[in-house]
């Protein structure tokens, strides 16, 4: 059982009797009737999306998935190409089928992600929690401001756009959060 404080981008369950995957957390809205969770899905069966609001505390079964590991070889596109780490199969999925993930992933990388697999269909990826990129563009830094408590957003190398403390600057290193895309801290690897 899931439950919806459990679910994130890339967790499949089912829902009024169809397997959906998260490929975007709209937000949260707290009320009078309580807590809810807004998400795009995707119905892994037919393809199609739309948007849920899902109450707190709701339960959902899981969908039983199949993980492999890859590594993103070249992207064509909005094709994403993977390859498979044991068999050396290509494993094409669109960007529409990795929603947000999409962001946080470049060809240029090192560290493997895992595909998820519906009844042998590719339908979504995993990544680690913790992911390196670099800011393409971002107004300049502001010296002094350490305390990371302002934001700015800035572009990252992927495209994405993400929000940042001021004193970060383009081409600085980043450490970012892919569970929900906040900024972690600078990287460790100048």
């Known amino acids: 059982m899931l439950t919806t404080n ?21 937000g949260q809205k707290s009320g009078r009737a309580g807590m809810v969770t ?11 999306t739309q948007d849920l609001g899902l109450d707190a505390g709701e339960k ?14 070249y992207i064509d596109g909005t094709t994403f190409h993977f390859m498979d780490q044991e068999t050396y199969d290509d494993v ?13 992933l470049s060809p240029d990388d090192d560290y493997e992600v895992s595909i998820t697999y519906y009844e042998g269909k590719p339908v979504g990826v995993h990544l680690p929690v913790q992911v390196i ?8 830094g502001v ?3 350490t305390s990371g408590k302002s934001l700015k957003p800035a ?36």
Do not use: H, W
């Open 155 to 190: 572009t990252l190398d992927t495209g994405m756009e993400v929000k940042v403390p001021l004193f970060c600057n383009t081409d600085d290193r980043i450490v970012i959060d892919t569970r929900d895309g906040s900024f972690v801290e600078r990287a460790k690897d100048k």
């Open 38 to 48: 807004r998400l795009r899905v995707k119905n892994i069966v037919t393809g199609g």
């Open 133 to 140: 990129r670099t800011i393409q563009y971002c107004e300049p």
């Open 92 to 104: 094409p999925l669109e960007k529409d089928d990795l929603g947000d993930n999409a962001g946080y």
């Open 143 to 145: 010296k002094g401001d």
């Open 6 to 26: 459990e679910i994130k981008v890339g967790s499949a369950f089912m829902y009024e009797g169809a397997p959906f995957i998260v490929q975007r957390m709209l």
């Open 60 to 73: 959902f079964d899981d969908v039983d998935l199949e993980e492999k590991n890859v590594k993103l070889s």
